[in-house]
């Protein structure tokens, strides 16, 4: 299992939208969807410090996630810029690889 894991910070006046965009029903989980090997998304809300979030994207494979950005390439960087607005402070934590039991 390859796992992404991306760190934001979201003012206060953004948290709702961010949350629909960013969860795991959001508009980020309905492209990655769109393709095979996409598991799902967990949105992570910080109890001891309000805006702070982690998400972590799950695909079965690095390629899996690869192979959806080369064919949504367009997708992408349109939803990328339009979520732009939602955040504060967006840093890529990294990528992760598990072996499930």
Known sequence: ???????????PEQVE???QAYGP????ARLFRRVPGYQNTAL?????????YLT?????????????????RAEYVALDAK???LVACEQLVGDFESKEC
């Open 1 to 11: 299992m390859y796992h992404i894991v991306w760190s934001f910070e979201v003012e």
């Open 17 to 19: 939208a961010f949350e």
């Open 25 to 28: 029903d959001g508009d980020w």
């Open 44 to 52: 992570l809300r910080d109890v001891d410090a309000p805006g702070r």
């Open 56 to 72: 972590i994207d799950r695909w079965r494979t690095r390629e899996d996630f690869w192979r959806f950005r080369e064919a949504f």
């Open 83 to 85: 979520c732009e607005r």
